[in-house]
T-cell receptor, first 115, second 110 residues
Framework: GAGVSQSPSNKVTEKGKDVELRCDPISGHTALYWYRQSLGQGLEFLIYFQGNSAPDKSGLPSDRFSAERTGGSVSTLTIQRTQQEDSAVYLC?????????????FGPGTRLTVT | GQNIDQPTEMTATEGAIVQINCTYQTSGFNGLFWYQQHAGEAPTFLSYNVLDGLEEKGRFSSFLSRSKGYSYLLLKELQMKDSASYLCAVSDNQGGKLIFGQGTELSVKP
């Protein structure tokens, strides 16, 4: 079946511009996560959505980062006034478990380069 | 604080066995995951441990000791395609977000 999809796969933007990254989770998955992976670094948690609950935004690095999830499905991660340190691969994952723990299925990621 | 440690790099020979260790200190614990990530690809799930002991799945096994904050991933009968980064991650008790280590880059040599 269809896995998690993300778009665009690559994005090059100038410093100071805003970018939007999109994630389509696996159908029926109630939980959706955003992570980012900088070169040579581990995955860093950004934000988590679970059903209709308020999202866990504890990993967002600054107020330039925001995310929304419409209709419990598609999610958009927005980075305003991008900086060079925002360059990374942004990964989205979804999970079908209702409980606090569930295997997370990752999308292919969006490689963001800020010049 | 949250801290997950694993070796940065390991090298092993095709057909051999390799053990990748992971130690963790987290404010909450709701299970430990191992993921495999080939270069340029998304991480894929390998194993999950929440109780102490060994979980075996084909050539891969994972062990957990909660009292020691320790886990390992054991790969048997190594194949060239096992060359990848292996990520240790802990699910904290706040909704299932994963806290990742930096990953262990495994190179399998002929």
């Amino acid at each position: 079946g269809a896995g998690v999809s993300q778009s665009p796969s690559n994005k090059v933007t100038e410093k100071g511009k805003d970018v939007e990254l999109r994630c389509d989770p696996i159908s029926g998955h109630t939980a959706l996560y955003w992570y980012r992976q900088s070169l040579g670094q581990g995955l860093e948690f950004l934000i988590y959505f679970q059903g209709n609950s308020a999202p866990d935004k504890s990993g967002l690095p600054s107020d330039r980062f925001s995310a929304e999830r419409t209709g419990g499905s598609v999610s958009t991660l927005t980075i305003q006034r991008t900086q060079q340190e925002d360059s990374a691969v942004y990964l989205c994952a979804s999970s079908h478990r209702q409980g606090p723990v569930g295997e997370q299925y990752f999308g292919p990621g969006t490689r963001l380069t800020v010049t | 604080g949250q801290n997950i440690d694993q070796p940065t790099e390991m090298t092993a020979t095709e057909g051999a066995i390799v053990q990748i260790n992971c130690t963790y200190q987290t404010s909450g614990f709701n299970g430990l995951f191992w993921y495999q990530q080939h270069a340029g690809e998304a991480p894929t799930f390998l194993s999950y441990n929440v109780l102490d002991g060994l979980e075996e799945k084909g050539r891969f096994s994972s062990f957990l000791s909660r009292s020691k904050g320790y886990s390992y991933l054991l790969l048997k009968e190594l194949q060239m395609k096992d060359s990848a980064s292996y990520l240790c991650a802990v699910s904290d008790n706040q909704g299932g977000k994963l806290i990742f280590g930096q990953g262990t880059e495994l190179s399998v040599k002929p």
